[in-house]
């Protein structure tokens, strides 16, 4: 089995100045993670915070659920949230998703 590590690499002798290449490559590596994981669920995040902020009566929105409605009230933490012609449900601002387009929800009401 000695056959696999060289005698100069057994005994720490081939350095090579991995000190510097080591502090270059991580961080490049937390350049890396930082442009394609962090900043664009920052921007999803705000984003996903100013369509909350805009939402107003009359919205027609998916909530995460994927349940489909049209906004009849709505406060700081609760939206009234008419899902049938017969049905309000109360849910929590922040479980609201995406906003639709006009007509969705009278569509989705046809199809029943």
Known sequence: MDFFISPAMAQGGADGGGGLSFL????????????????PQQKRVKAHREMLSELKVDDEVVTNG????RINWL???????????????VVQRQLVAHQMPR???EQSWAQD
């Not at 994927?66 to 409605?69: K, S, V």
């Not at 406060?75 to 449900?89: I, R």
């Open 24 to 39: 270059v490559f991580t961080l490049v590596l937390i350049a890396v993670f930082w442009f394609l994981v962090i900043r």
């Open 66 to 69: 994927g349940d489909l409605g």
């Open 75 to 89: 406060n700081d933490n609760w939206v009234g949230l008419q899902v049938t012609p017969e049905q309000e449900w």
């Open 103 to 105: 007509g969705t929800v």
